[in-house]
């Protein structure tokens, strides 16, 4: 369902953008001028098919398998022998064009998430950081982008929790209570203000919640029982 959704906004955003764009010697039709519109459209797809389904894993960005860190990018970046090379650089020049399409049409909010979302496969951080807040803001504060967001903040961080990737953690747990990374997030955010007794409850509740073998489990237990250990040693102090 997902992709018919991300098809219809598609042609719609071809049109429009189409329509926008200046008429070659006042024609009605111009090849050059639907080749120019549907670029960002084909560019976002090719994004999506290449990196795989466009929804958000639960689990936060720094622990996914699969997705190289800024390091490890930076490490094979001209090395043709990585397995992942050919598809990093089908991937690079896709960001080319979505970068230049952004340009002549910035309110395209499928080739700002198709920026982000491309720029984390290839490690740059910094980049997906500021297209994530442009396609935020287009979004119309959409709770699954928030938390999206709010990751790839915190990732860009080193996992400290500022005070927007706080505002945007609260905002997708009140819009989805449910939602498993955001209540993740929320206990971290307890225990970075030094709550470790509130934080434990939190990550306890969201580990019974947890489907098994969800790739969040392992963070999560992590995360427990380290605050275990904390609560332990402030009740022996005491």
């Known amino acids: 369902m997902i ?26 039709f111009s090849v050059r001028r639907l080749a120019f519109a549907t670029a960002p459209v084909v560019a976002a797809l090719g994004i999506y098919i290449l990196i795989g389904n466009p929804t958000l894993p639960a689990q936060p960005y720094a622990d996914r398998a699969g997705e190289r860190n800024l390091a490890a990018a930076a490490a094979v970046a001209g ?7 050919k598809t990093d650089q089908q991937i690079r020049r896709l960001l080319d064009q979505i970068v230049l399409s952004l340009e002549v049409n910035p309110r395209n909010l499928q080739g700002w998430i198709a920026l982000a979302r491309g720029s984390l496969r290839l490690g740059n951080i910094e980049r997906a950081v500021a297209a994530f807040a442009q396609g935020y803001a287009l979004s119309g504060h959409n709770p699954l982008l928030a938390i999206e967001y709010a990751d790839t903040r915190i990732t860009a961080q080193n996992g400290q929790i500022d005070s927007t990737s706080r505002d945007l953690v609260l905002h997708a747990l009140g819009q989805m209570p449910n939602h498993l990374l955001a209540r993740y997030y929320y206990g971290m955010m307890l225990k970075q203000d030094d709550k470790p007794q509130q934080a434990l409850r939190v990550l306890r509740d969201l580990s019974r919640d947890l489907p098994k073998d969800d790739p969040l489990g392992n963070a999560t237990a992590t995360e427990i029982q380290s605050l275990q250990a904390k609560t332990d040693a402030l009740t022996d102090a005491q």
């Open 79 to 85: 090395n043709v022998t990585d397995p992942n090379y």
């Open 3 to 28: 992709w018919i959704g991300l098809s219809v906004l598609a042609v719609l955003a071809s049109s429009v953008l189409y329509a926008s764009l200046p008429k070659n010697n006042d024609r009605t």
